[in-house]
């Protein structure tokens, strides 16, 4: 079992950086891929990035490719989202996922354990 629990969400202006952190308990944080997950107000939540257990091969999707980046510390048992020029539309709550699983990273599918997510809001 693993509990995740984001923070660093907050109110940006648009073009700002944010950097967000999911804590994972346990200690066996480096046997799961990590994935970052976002909602906004009346859409389907959708994949942000996803990184595997060594860290070694990340995962982004195209609206964030070039902007954010994923990464973990096993150390701490942490999963980091650096979030830089964002823009009004990356406004959402934001999800980390963990899998102790191979498989299609990019969709919700294999991920077991799911965050409580914390809020960001771009200002334009």
């Known amino acids: 079992q693993v509990q995740l629990v984001e923070s660093g969400g907050g109110l940006v202006h648009a073009g700002g950086s944010l950097r967000l952190s999911c804590a994972a308990s346990?200690?066996?944080?480096?046997?799961?891929?990590m994935g970052w997950f976002r909602q906004a107000p009346g859409k389907e939540r959708e994949f942000v990035a996803a990184?595997?257990?060594?860290?070694?091969?990340?995962y982004y999707a195209d609206s964030v490719k070039g902007r954010f980046t994923i990464s973990r510390d096993n150390f701490k048992n942490t999963v980091y989202l650096q979030m830089n020029r964002l823009k009004p539309e990356d406004t959402a709550l934001y999800y980390c996922?963990?899998?102790?699983?191979?498989?299609?990273?990019?969709?919700?599918?294999?991920?077991?354990?799911w965050g409580q997510g914390t809020q960001v809001t771009v200002s334009s």
């Open positions: 346990g200690r066996t944080f480096g046997w799961y891929a």
């Open positions: 990184l595997t257990r060594s860290g070694g091969t990340t």
């Open positions: 996922a963990a899998t102790p699983k191979t498989g299609n990273y990019v969709t919700d599918r294999p991920y077991d354990y």
